[in-house]
């Protein structure tokens, strides 16, 4: 979205909010923070541009008019440099062909880190990565040509949901001290995060738990939120299945890793929990940007998030507890795909499908949005995991009968894997 609808949309923004609650004053503000770092001028905020610091540079002035203390290793920062896996090049023609390495240079990142400061023993970390794809790259999902990936939903609206909730920890909730981190990175593979893990600005011995929100959104119509890492410590089931808050349900994954920064803390035998409203066909594509950010259940996700805060408050250091997922030989190979984006957020019976890829198998089966798959050649599909195990059966060129519900009946289609 280019800069001048941007201001556009945030004027408007704006001026609707005057004279109205203080709630809509505050959802001004996110706005205007997930505005920004969404922004063409950040130009995605790829680790190690120049719109990550920029990005980087708005976040530590946010945190100092917030009147957090510069916790970073040079005040608000802390830099770390990677050097990325180089792809293969081939040398030569013909019979002398030879493969060599390209030459990649090294990164630098930064995390932006604050500290409130409530005189406790113990410390609660709560993050986000702000860093994106840049124009694009080999995460990117965009099939056309080299474009601004602005990244609103993944992850400035992280960030927003972070600086809310520093806001809203100012006046409340003391039983702990606070670490807000905004993590760069992540989308290179934890970068940020990892880093921070092995030369922590404070003592890991003190942190309490560890929140993170990635992709917050998009809450959808049933208002269903996932929550990974309950597993993590005995105190979170207890404590989640007393919330009632904006009628939010949630969908729950024991394991403490996941694709996103609170991997790093599990990691280190910290409890964590990650806040997630689930992916869309926007995902690292150029369209995630802020006209389909649903304002309002970001402000829901903060509500939630601190309803969690101030449930454990009273429980002192949490227990940690590992969770099963350290088994990686557990995890199923598979040759195949359809071509979906599964709906990650889906509770019921079956794999309910998100997004449909033009010109994969499930596009050609004619399989659409909104379908549930339920069986697959002869094996029944009831949820992700067997889902993946089916699709370990098969290999390219064989055709597969496959199953599955589209308003309310069942529907026989053949897939022919490619």
């Known amino acids: 979205m280019k800069n001048g609808v941007l201001a556009f949309f945030l004027l408007v923004f704006f001026c609707g909010c005057v004279g109205k609650s203080e709630e809509n004053v505050v959802s001004s503000q996110l706005a205007q923070d997930v505005g920004y770092l969404a922004s063409d001028e950040l130009e995605g905020r790829e680790t190690g541009s120049a719109g990550e610091q920029k990005a980087g540079e708005f976040i530590a002035e946010r945190f100092e008019n917030l009147g957090l203390q510069p916790k970073g290793e040079d005040g608000w920062f802390q830099t770390f440099t990677f050097t990325p896996h180089p792809?293969?090049?081939m040398h030569g023609s013909g019979d002398t062909a030879s493969l060599g390495m390209a030459i990649v240079k090294e990164i630098s990142g930064r995390n932006v880190i604050g500290f409130m400061d409530n005189g406790m023993e113990n410390t609660v970390v709560i993050g986000a990565h702000y860093d994106h794809l840049g124009w694009g790259g080999e995460s990117s999902l965009h099939a056309g040509d080299s474009a601004i990936h602005n990244g609103a939903d993944d992850n400035?609206?992280?960030?927003?949901?972070?600086?809310?909730l520093v806001e809203r920890l100012q006046t409340?909730?003391?039983d702990n001290n606070y670490l807000f981190m905004a993590f760069s990175g992540e989308e290179k593979?934890?970068?940020?995060?990892n880093h921070f893990c092995d030369e922590p600005t404070i003592d890991l011995a003190s942190v309490n738990y560890m929140l993170n929100m990635d992709m917050v959104g998009r809450l959808n119509e049933e208002r269903t939120l996932?929550?990974?890492?309950?597993g993590t410590s005995p105190s979170w089931v207890p404590m989640l299945e007393s919330l009632d808050i904006d009628s939010i349900t949630i969908t729950t994954t024991e394991s403490g890793v996941g694709p996103s920064d609170h991997t790093s803390f599990y990691l280190e035998d910290i409890p964590v929990l990650h806040?997630?409203?689930g992916q869309h066909s926007d995902y690292h594509k150029p369209t995630d940007d802020i006209e389909k950010i649903n304002w309002d259940g970001i402000v829901s996700v903060v509500n939630y998030m601190e309803g969690v805060i101030a449930n454990v408050a009273p429980k002192g250091k949490l227990e940690f507890t590992k969770t099963k997922d350290e088994d990686n030989d557990s995890t199923p190979s598979f040759k195949v795909t359809l071509g979906v984006m599964p709906d990650y957020l889906y509770g019921g019976l079956g794999m309910r499908i998100d997004g449909v890829t033009e010109d994969r198998p499930a596009h050609g089966a004619g399989m659409f949005e909104g379908d549930i798959v339920i069986a697959m050649g002869d094996s029944s599909v009831t949820d992700m995991k067997?889902?993946?195990?089916?699709?370990g059966a098969f290999e390219p060129g064989q055709t597969t009968p496959v199953i599955v519900?589209?308003?309310s009946a069942e529907v026989l289609m053949d897939v022919l894997w490619d």
């Open 405 to 407: 519900i589209r308003d």
């Open 156 to 164: 400035a609206s992280g960030v927003g949901a972070l600086l809310m």
């Open 226 to 230: 996932a929550v990974y890492g309950v």
């Open 386 to 391: 067997s889902y993946m195990r089916c699709l």
């Open 275 to 277: 806040f997630f409203t």
């Open 87 to 89: 792809p293969m090049q």
């Open 189 to 193: 593979g934890l970068w940020g995060s």
């Open 172 to 174: 409340k909730h003391s």
